[in-house]
């Protein structure tokens, strides 16, 4: 079913003028809101529902010319990253770009997952939570100080308010005053997989606001009139304030409207995209709020095209093969191995679903610990259980492990058990965009010393692994000496087992090249995608008669022995990986005293794709590059 986008021309036509305007053309933005999150089969509904009245009173009554330079005008900073198509709709609406655009959303090259300052009127990225109330306290101080009175926002949501930046920025707020700065909590009082209540919550936030000096405004989020008078007595008051918006996640529809109450794990429109039979629904629902003929025909004559095509389909799962993820196998080994054992903690930052690990919540049961989106404490939490004697295993994306890099470090350097589960690692997590994708981890573990890295292939090596570690780690404890911490770079798309590859002591997957030639090259690379991309290219070289093995690294530890013998008769070295190229795979085995690789990674940051294949391709990492590199290389008589 191809979306119903209610076009720029009859967008433009909708009344703005009265409150009552805005609220029906907050209806217009929901749909074609939800036009880009059906046309993707990703995103985030609950968020973009929750915001819209939000975002729709803010750009109409203070922001109308997103376009204008960021200095000749008022800003918002989306900080609960998750609601960026509801800001992007809005956006088309004001003609920044053309609602055509908002079909792209997550596609490569189009709108990105979460909002970037590519798109038009967009005026700060997202994605790591946290940050946007202290980009607006920094613009505002800069308006100041420049004569400018530009109203300054930032949403927030309720769960993002568990990350610590948020305290130090409104402290900072209260502390320097530079005006025109409007906070906005989106107060859902639900975050990815649970109530705020059941993680980390205030009971009353009003009061805690009030305790640190700022006027507090608490409002329906959802009645533009509401909006505006807050937002007017914040941007009027001598002293700074904080408007508290109650809101419903996935709001304005009766079709995906999340009480309060929702249980755990039962958040349906979190991330989840509605059937076509839903979507009509939602579609007529908010038709008739908007009641204005030309989008009733536009509709009317959409359904006539489309009523053939309605079905129940679902959001099919991009898959590479029919293994399962290193990030699955790490879950299931991790109750296999450690399921009964009293010794091991499991901690989570609200992934527990994205990361999988619904299972082992119930089966380590009050020694799983759900920390929220908070992973600073998170990391600091299992140093402290590691001091106590025990094993804590640390669950997030690898690319929010960046924020906690002086906690890891502690960690290092106080010796303490602790195994970082990094997953989603590499480009792996190709829907979300640059902030989600973890291509400089490796350097940065690597530049911290003293930690064991280790990213396995496929199920079979992620147990061994694991396994490994876990002694390890006891063995240490039980001669009571310090522990090397360990870092698990695991990935979220399904492979086949690389089981015809021997696997050493688990350091590595060695692939020797079936070529009647006394020149062996070398291709070093690490993950699973990386070895199926390494292994497809050295099969495509033997047809030519050029030699190429492979050696993916499953432990960066101490693999030197094993390594050298390998690269001593190589003729060329080379790396892959989806990781920087400046400071992965191919700068670790610089390091070990061999040759210099001639390194193959990314050289940049990339946004959203829906596709796996599509990102590897946009990073020129595919065994198609391999290919490519490794026959230049080898037509030339000087070193790279």
Wanted: hydrophobic fraction near 40%; aromatic fraction near 6%; proline fraction near 4%.
């Amino acid at each position: 079913m191809e979306p119903f986008i209610i076009n720029n021309t009859v967008i433009s036509r909708l009344p703005r003028n009265t409150d009552a305007d805005l609220q029906k053309l907050a209806a217009a933005y929901r749909i074609n809101c939800l036009a880009g999150l059906k046309k993707a089969s990703h995103g985030w509904l609950g968020a973009c529902f929750s915001s819209m009245e939000l975002l729709t009173a803010i750009y109409h009554r203070y922001i109308p010319e997103p376009q204008k330079p960021l200095t000749e005008r008022g800003s918002l900073h989306l900080s609960k990253g998750h609601a960026a198509m509801a800001q992007y709709a809005v956006l088309a609406g004001l003609n920044c770009f053309s609602t055509d655009r908002l079909g792209s959303y997550k596609q490569l090259h189009g709108l990105p997952a979460h909002c970037d300052r590519t798109v038009p009127g967009v005026d700060s990225d997202s994605g790591s939570l946290g940050q946007g109330l202290s980009k607006a306290v920094g613009i505002a101080l800069s308006n100041a100080a420049a004569g400018h009175r530009h109203p300054v926002f930032a949403i927030i949501g309720d769960g993002e308010m568990q990350e610590g930046q948020l305290f130090e920025a409104f402290l900072t707020l209260r502390r320097l005053n530079p005006g025109m700065v409007v906070p906005i909590i989106d107060r859902n009082h639900l975050q990815s997989d649970s109530q705020t209540a059941d993680i980390k919550d205030a009971e009353d936030w009003a009061t805690v606001f009030q305790g640190i000096g700022l006027q507090v405004h608490e409002i329906d989020g959802h009645a533009i009139s509401e909006i505006c008078a807050a937002i007017d007595q914040v941007l009027h008051a001598p002293h700074p304030g904080v408007i508290i918006a109650r809101t419903v996640k996935g709001g304005g529809s009766a079709v995906t409207g999340m009480p309060y109450n929702t249980a755990r794990r039962a958040g349906k429109w979190h991330g989840a995209i509605p059937d076509d039979r839903e979507y009509m629904t939602i579609l007529q629902e908010q038709a008739a709020i908007i009641s204005d003929p030309a989008v009733d025909a536009a509709l009317k004559a959409w359904q006539t095209s489309q009523i053939a095509a309605v079905s129940q389909a679902a959001a099919g799962k991009d898959s590479s093969g029919n293994g399962i993820s290193t990030g699955e196998a790490f879950a299931e080994a991790l109750i296999a191995l450690a399921g009964n054992d009293r010794q091991v903690f499991v901690l989570d930052a609200d992934l527990e679903k994205s990361c999988k690990l619904t299972n082992v919540a119930a089966g380590f049961a009050n020694r799983f610990i759900e920390v929220g989106i908070s992973e600073q404490d998170m990391c600091s939490l299992a140093a402290g259980l590691g001091l106590a004697g025990n094993i804590a295993v640390v669950n997030t994306y690898g690319s929010f492990f960046k924020r906690s890099l002086d906690q890891i470090y502690a960690c290092i350097t106080e010796k303490v058990p602790v195994i970082f589960a990094a997953h989603y690692s590499g480009a792996d997590y190709y829907t979300d965009g640059k902030s989600h994708q973890t291509i400089n981890d490796l350097g940065l573990m690597f530049a911290l010393g003293d930690i064991d890295i280790i990213e396995p292939v496929d199920a079979a090596s992620t147990h061994t692994l694991l396994q490994k570690t876990l002694e390890r780690l006891k063995s240490e404890i039980s001669a009571g000496k310090g522990c090397r911490p360990a870092y698990f770079r695991l990935h979220r798309t399904p492979l086949p087992e690389f089981a015809d590859l021997p696997f050493h002591n688990g350091h590595q997957s060695i692939f020797k090249a079936d070529v009647a030639t006394e020149q062996r090259n070398i291709l070093f690379t690490s993950g699973p995608h990386m070895l199926k991309a390494g292994l497809d290219a050295a099969n495509k070289l033997a047809e030519d008669g050029i030699c190429l093995d492979v050696v993916a690294i499953g432990q960066f530890s101490d693999p030197q022995k094993q390594l050298k013998a390998l690269t001593e008769a190589g003729h060329r070295l080379f790396s892959l990986e989806d990781h920087r190229r400046e400071s992965g795979v191919g700068s670790f085995v610089a390091s070990l005293g061999f040759r210099n690789p001639v390194r193959i990674g990314a050289r940049k940051y990339c946004q959203s794709a829906l596709k796996l294949d599509e990102m590897l391709s946009e990073h020129c990492i595919t065994a198609t590059d391999v290919v490519k590199v490794v026959k230049k290389v080898l037509g030339c008589s000087h070193e790279k």
